[in-house]
């Protein structure tokens, strides 16, 4: 029997964009406040209009990244289980 290639459902591809999504900009940010040090900003000007904003994005966006990283793997394996039990039986 060949091997098929699995097409995973929609809130699977959902949930890979969501993760993807909230992973990159909290990495974006993260990385935006490692040049803004560099170059010199200075505290004050951290509490200006966009950097608060940059400064909680990934404290927030990591551990929603990893909370929905986690209910991905427990869709992906309920869906592997039911399909390999109807392969069987």
């Not at 505290?43 to 986690?70: C, Y």
């Amino acid at each position: 029997m060949a091997d098929t290639p699995q097409n995973p459902r929609r809130i699977e591809r959902i949930l890979a964009y969501m993760i993807a999504s909230a992973v990159g900009l909290s990495i974006l940010c993260f990385i935006a406040l490692i040049i803004a040090t560099a170059v010199g900003v200075t505290a004050e000007q951290f509490s200006a209009a966009p950097w608060p904003t940059i400064v909680v994005l990934p404290a927030i966006g990591l551990p929603i990244g990893l909370i929905l990283m986690i209910v991905l793997i427990v869709l992906t394996g309920i869906r592997r289980g039911r399909e390999s039990k109807d392969a069987r039986g």
